[in-house]
């Protein structure tokens, strides 16, 4: 069974970075999708970032709010992803989720993937 769990969330002031983290059991990194989402009171979940792994190297997306400030990495020896988020902006508050195996085209679209985690709040002060 895939199990996943977020940390890393936390307070911040505008500027500021935090370093998110999603372990992951049950589930293979290699030749597989993880991605990291947002969701906002009263708004929808968005996709953030999602990176693809295949056997010679790896593919990152991003979303256009977050390009240049996010960096979407992973630890296969860990079996971690991370969300490195810097020069944050309170728009970019939110709980942020961690998700797995996208079985579907649109990485970016929240019904492509199988799997979630609970969600870590991340709260950014003007």
């Known amino acids: 069974q895939v199990q996943l769990v977020e940390s890393g969330g936390g307070s911040v002031q505008a500027g500021g970075s935090l370093r998110l983290s999603c372990a992951a059991s049950?589930?293979?990194?290699?030749?597989?999708?993880m991605g990291w989402f947002r969701q906002a009171p009263g708004k929808e979940r968005e996709g953030v970032a999602a990176?693809?792994?295949?056997?010679?190297?790896?593919?990152?997306f991003y979303a256009d709010s977050v390009k240049g400030r996010f960096t979407i990495s992973l630890d296969n020896a860990k079996n971690t992803v991370y969300l490195q988020m810097n020069s944050l902006k309170p728009e970019d508050t939110a709980m942020y989720y961690c998700?797995?195996?996208?079985?579907?085209?649109?990485?970016?679209?929240?019904?492509?993937?199988?799997?979630w985690g609970q969600g870590t709040q991340v709260t950014v002060s003007s």
């Open positions: 998700a797995a195996d996208l079985h579907e085209s649109g990485w970016y679209r929240v019904d492509s993937w199988s799997y």
């Open positions: 049950g589930y293979t990194y290699s030749n597989n999708f």
């Open positions: 990176i693809h792994t295949v056997t010679g190297g790896t593919s990152t």
